[in-house]
């Protein structure tokens, strides 16, 4: 029985341990390591959405620096109840602004921001890219591609937008997003980012009732 003390102790701490790491970090912790981490080679995100589900599978090769963020973000439930704030038919569908102001405002200071990778696959559709203000500015704002974007997004500003991954599966749940808010000519006052960030959702769900959402994204399945 003594013998067997050590066993049952190192093994309660290796379940303690497996349960620390399953379990997610605060996203207002943005220095906590979990949040650099190195990504799969590749893996599968299921996202859930208020339209139905859809499967991206991401390529590190493709975007490493992009693939690390999102696969970071997923990991720590960054994309729940995350609005599709700006869907313009025929183009693209942006999301990745928080729900909640305070994550939301976090994550978009400076010292959130990426470096840039170079745009190695196009912009094509059913690709997911990073949005970007300018070179080196990707915090958590991505887009999918709606249609064969890869003359206006390839090279734009100088730098380009580099697509992390492919959907493989729901990509006519895309097409059924809500986009009136942000499509017509003229183009209609669709929501505020700034406005996002400083109030959440409730300010979308306010004023833009109709907004599609990610209900959940988890990653389903990976390769190292």
Same mark, same amino acid.
């Given at each position: 029985? /003594? =013998?067997? #003390? ?16 399953? =379990?997610?970090?605060?996203?207002? !912790? ?5 949040? $650099? ?6 893996? &599968?995100?299921?996202? #859930?959405?208020?339209? *139905? ?11 490493? %620096? ?7 973000? #997923? ?10 704030? %700006?869907?313009? $038919? ?5 999301? *990745?602004?928080?729900? &909640?102001?305070?994550?939301? %405002? ?10 840039? +990778?170079?745009?190695?696959?196009? @912009? ?7 949005? $970007?203000?300018?070179? @080196?500015? %990707? ?12 003359? *206006? ?25 809500? $986009? +009136? ?8 006052? *669709?929501?505020?980012? !700034? ?11 306010? =004023? ?6 990610? /209900? ?7 390769? &190292?």
């Amino acid at each position: 029985m /003594k =013998k067997r #003390v050590p066993m049952i102790v190192a093994l309660l701490a290796l379940v303690a341990t497996v349960s620390a790491c399953a =379990k997610p970090v605060s996203l207002l !912790d943005v220095a906590n390591p979990r949040f $650099a981490a190195v990504a799969p080679d590749s893996f &599968d995100v299921e996202m #859930v959405t208020t339209k *139905g589900t859809l499967t991206v599978r991401v390529r590190r090769d493709w975007s490493p %620096r992009g693939a690390d963020r999102f696969h970071s973000l #997923v990991r720590e439930h960054f994309f729940e109840e995350v609005a599709f704030h %700006r869907v313009i $038919a025929g183009f693209v569908a942006q999301f *990745g602004i928080h729900g &909640d102001s305070a994550v939301a %405002r976090t994550w978009a200071e400076r010292e959130r921001r990426i470096q840039d +990778d170079s745009v190695r696959t196009a @912009n094509r559709r059913g690709t997911l890219s990073f949005a $970007a203000a300018g070179p @080196n500015t %990707r915090s958590t704002q991505m887009f999918f591609n709606l249609e064969n974007n890869s003359v *206006g997004l390839d090279t734009y500003g100088g730098f380009g937008f580099a697509p992390i991954g492919q959907v493989t599966a729901g990509l006519e749940i895309l097409d059924r997003l809500y $986009a +009136d808010y942000s499509s017509g000519r003229p183009a209609p006052e *669709g929501p505020s980012q !700034d406005s996002i960030q400083a109030r959440g959702n409730e300010y979308l769900l306010r =004023k833009f009732p109709q907004l599609d959402y990610i /209900k959940s994204a988890r990653v389903a399945r990976k390769w &190292d």
